[in-house]
């Protein structure tokens, strides 16, 4: 990933990304190079709203702010969260709420992501909860109003690039975090080092890079991502290439089931005689859990469950992996279908058209050939 870096940013230091903007910067991982059980920093997508915020030369000494409906405003350097609270490190999934967009038909607005706006890393810091209560929840404390120090895609430092938020009670669940690690290291700036938040099992978007605030309203929080149309979705189905403007619609909170994947690459060969395929993935269902991933080789004639390895936490993936028999040489389509534990699968194709093209979990698709090329 070379072309066009951003000013102050190395795009040297990811490998294998496919980039889908420059300016902001929006980079996503082919779903073969997400294989690992921990994500890698280098394999890490990247979304960026706006332009980067300034260097930052002491990571301990960056500052963020707790303001609102509390009884005690808070600022905090990370240094004071390392030694006030207790650390608390999880593996969880964090994936752009436009995950799966290119699938639709027709054309979505926004990125063009496949299935890789996704990574699974170990995040560690403290419970945003454990600051919340330290600062004091008012009865008037409903939402949270995310802040970061980027400026938007112009260069202003006026306005947020994103500013979202949450009801309160997703803020006071154990795994939303405040983290300065990733993966064991110092949080690298591009992933929103010093400090960032982590909101497992929700739009990636509410996970805020380079935390210098969080306001506690009374309200929903009304910032860029809050708004109009911005990570809602019809409540009734709409038509595809509908402008759902003057639809019901509601705030997305929980990510839908999905699983990828991740061996073999799509376009992977076999030598001749190859009798049995080997597949591999991950799989993640946003609050919920993963209840079973299956596979097919005959477009969902029939289905093979695969055997997935427990989690090591809530909003951790789940890897699977499974052995299929081929019957002959030849070209093969595999399909990866997990189910929820509420029982909702991925569909075959697409659906629930939206205009900004959230939330489209269709099956992620594989072909390979065995032997000769027919
Ligand atoms: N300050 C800030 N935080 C942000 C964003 C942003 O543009 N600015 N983008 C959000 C979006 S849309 C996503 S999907 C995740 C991506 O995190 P990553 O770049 O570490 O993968 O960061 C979120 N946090
Ligand atoms: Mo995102």
Redesign the pocket.
Known sequence: MQDKPEAGFDLSAKEGLSLLGDV?LVAETPEELLDDETTPVAR???????LLPGPVADADGWTFAIDGEVERPLRLSVADLKSRFPHKTFRMV?E??GNGRSFLTPKAEGNPWTHG?V?CAEWTGVSLGDVLHEAGLKESALFTGHF???PDKTGSFEHQ??SRGVPIAKALEEHTLLVWAMNGEPLPF???GPL?LVVPGW???L????LKRIWVRDREHDGPGMTGLSYRLPVHPLAPGADGKDVENRIIESMPVRSIITAPADGGRYPAGARTLSVRGAAWAGDDEVARVEVTLDGGATWVEAAMMPPRNRYDWTRWQVSLPLSGDGFYEIFARATDSKGRAQPFRAANWNPNGYGCNVMHRVAVTAGPEA
């Open positions: 902001p890490f997508f990247v979304r960026n709203n706006g964090l752009c709420g706006g990574g970061g120090a980027d690039a994103m591009i992933h929103g960032r739009p990636g978007s996970s805020q890079k380079w």
